[in-house]
């Protein structure tokens, strides 16, 4: 038998939700089936997969222990310190340098955005994975490694949930700033096109298609720079590529930005989230609009 005690972090999530995350061994079938039967119990009291756990719930498992190995925790080693431009109880937001992954593209550790923020709460004492079941701080939105910019990561679950839910409801506006080719010759356009990630690039279209996600963002013209343009650009979706592939199809291609047809000699092209808006979410933000200067 094994005793599982569900914390502050657990908390507000269902019951074989949990199981699944805390148990990489155990098989969903022997799982529902051990809810059935009576053989998983919250509180030494017959259970439901969907039951909503609360801190302090204890779960008691009476399985085979070799389904009950639980997953790794996660390793916290030293990294290069970060950029934060706000934090709370429940949230940071920081700044990502240009050519830094936001989380690990490979099986192994790797120095990413994530770790970092991880380490400074670490250091902070403010998140501890030996005493953590599930839940480790994450990133609410990710950027493309060479696109730098505002990046918002949840300290515990429950804001975790409140700002996911906020992003898949459109309520926290991102804005960027980029300096793409030629002269943008409208002070104001809005974009809708369609887009579909193949293997490393997004393909886009003008009029819907199968497999094809509709895209839609506002640019703004904010200042010119010799043959080049910056801009403003706030996206209403959140596609793979969609500026550098958007700007790209209509004929202004990110300054440096060789995959999506810039030919001229910059190597590097300059992408940033310079601003993040924030509409009521019921968290203890004392303003809701942070900007880089940029």
């Known amino acids: 038998m094994v005793e599982v005690l569900v914390k502050e972090n657990d908390a507000g999530q269902r019951l074989d939700r949990f199981l699944q995350k805390t148990f990489i061994s155990l098989p969903a079938s022997m799982m529902y089936k051990g809810i059935r039967n009576k053989k998983i119990k919250v509180n030494r009291k017959r259970c439901e997969p969907k039951q909503i756990l609360c801190s302090g719930d204890v779960i008691l498992l009476f399985l085979p222990p070799e389904v009950l190995t639980e997953r790794s925790k996660k390793q916290i080693r030293e990294t290069k310190p970060i950029e934060v431009v706000y934090e709370n109880h ?3 937001i920081v700044n990502k340098p240009y050519g830094l992954l936001s989380q690990s593209d490979q099986p192994t550790w790797q120095d990413t955005l994530v770790e970092r923020v991880r380490y400074y709460l670490w250091k ?3 998140y501890d994975p030996e005493n953590e079941n599930s839940f480790s701080p994450a990133l609410c939105n990710r950027l493309d490694r060479n696109t730098s910019g505002l990046v918002i990561a949840a300290k515990n679950a429950k804001a975790l949930r409140i700002l ?3 992003m898949a409801k459109h309520k926290i506006h ?3 700033k980029a300096l793409v080719q030629g002269t943008f010759q409208e002070s104001f356009q809005s974009y809708t096109f369609y887009i579909k990630k193949e293997q490393t690039k997004a393909i886009v279209l003008d009029h819907p298609c199968a497999g094809y ?3 839609q963002m506002d640019v703004s013209r904010t200042a010119s720079e010799g043959n080049n343009t ?4 706030q996206l209403h979706t959140g596609r793979f590529h969609q500026i550098r592939a958007g700007m790209a199809h209509y004929g202004y291609p990110l300054v440096g930005d060789r995959k999506y047809g810039y030919a001229g000699k910059q ?5 940033c989230a310079y601003k993040l808006e924030f509409e009521d979410l019921g968290l203890d933000l004392n303003q809701h609009v942070f900007m880089l200067s940029y």
């Not at 910056?230 to 650009?233: R, S």
């Not at 190597?267 to 992408?271: D, I, K, W």
Request: proline share 0%; aromatic share 12%; no cysteine.
């Open 267 to 271: 190597s590097q092209y300059s992408l």
């Open 124 to 126: 902070k004492k403010e």
């Open 164 to 166: 996911n839910a906020a």
């Open 213 to 215: 996600k509709k895209a």
């Open 174 to 176: 991102k804005s960027y």
């Open 230 to 233: 910056w801009v403003e650009v």
């Open 90 to 92: 429940d949230l940071l």
